[in-house]
T-cell receptor, first 115, second 114 residues
Framework: AQTVTQSQPEMSVQEAETVTLSCTYD???????LFWYKQPPSRQMILVIR??????QNATENRFSVNFQKAAKSFSLKISDSQLGDTAMYFC????????????FGTGTRLQVTL | NAGVTQTPKFQVLKTGQSMTLQCAQD?????MYWYRQDPGMGLRLIYYSASEGTTDKGEVPNGYNVSRLNKREFSLRLESAAPSQTSVYFC?????????????FGEGSWLTVV
């Protein structure tokens, strides 16, 4: 069975600073996808970034980037130039390749961006 | 671009009442899911459907039933609602191809059982 662990229940960062959210996972499979989702107070689930396990290059989306360490089973999210609108819950998620697979989520990290 | 559509968005039920949450996706995805999210917690899988005609239990299936009506639609039914089922419910779908198993979520259905 796959598991996803987010060890930081809450984090805080000042506006314009950089913050890194941690995620580790456990699987015996080699083909999978990893995701970071943002959930603002509206509770909508918003895709932030996606990483294919077979790609060595770390994914980036504007101010968001990941540090994917496959051997260590680590998938951290770096938010640069933090903005007040980044305040939200952030969930790390995992899915094996193939449509017959279940999605597995971490328990989330609550990020607060302050002035 | 509708994506994943859930109805209703808000519902208040009395204990013992039944209701069905509807979900439809227009992305031709094979897999669909129902999750619940309780306050301050992550998402827990209730049921999922890997393809049309198949359904499987997730972590917390008790008190729920599902129907994969066709490829587009996946409904969640509460036969006899209990206060413990007060939660936000999310429908999601995934496919393959260029979207590569990316998870698409509906906007959530807020259910209160009194």
């Amino acid at each position: 069975a796959q598991t996803v662990t987010q060890s930081q229940p809450e984090m805080s960062v000042q506006e314009a600073e950089t913050v890194t959210l941690s995620c580790t996972y456990d699987t015996s499979e080699s083909n999978y996808y990893l995701f970071w989702y943002k959930q603002p107070p509206s509770r909508q689930m918003i895709l932030v970034i996606r990483q294919e396990a077979y790609k060595q290059q770390n994914a980036t989306e504007n101010r968001f980037s990941v540090n994917f360490q496959k051997a260590a089973k680590s998938f951290s999210l770096k938010i640069s130039d933090s903005q007040l609108g980044d305040t939200a819950m952030y969930f790390c998620a995992f899915i094996l390749t193939g449509t017959a697979s279940k999605l597995t989520f971490g328990t989330g990290t609550r990020l607060q961006v302050t002035l | 671009n509708a994506g994943v559509t859930q109805t209703p968005k808000f519902q208040v039920l009395k204990t013992g009442q039944s209701m069905t949450l509807q979900c439809a996706q227009d992305m031709n995805h094979n897999s669909m899911y129902w999750y619940r999210q309780d306050p301050g917690m992550g998402l827990r899988l209730i049921y999922y459907s890997a393809s049309e005609g198949t359904t499987d239990k997730g972590e917390v299936p008790n008190g729920y039933n599902v129907s994969r009506l066709n490829k587009r639609e996946f409904s969640l039914r509460l036969e006899s609602a209990a206060p413990s089922q007060t939660s936000v419910y999310f429908c999601a779908s995934t496919g393959t191809g260029v979207t590569g198993n990316t998870i698409y979520f509906g906007e959530g259905s807020w259910l209160t059982v009194v």
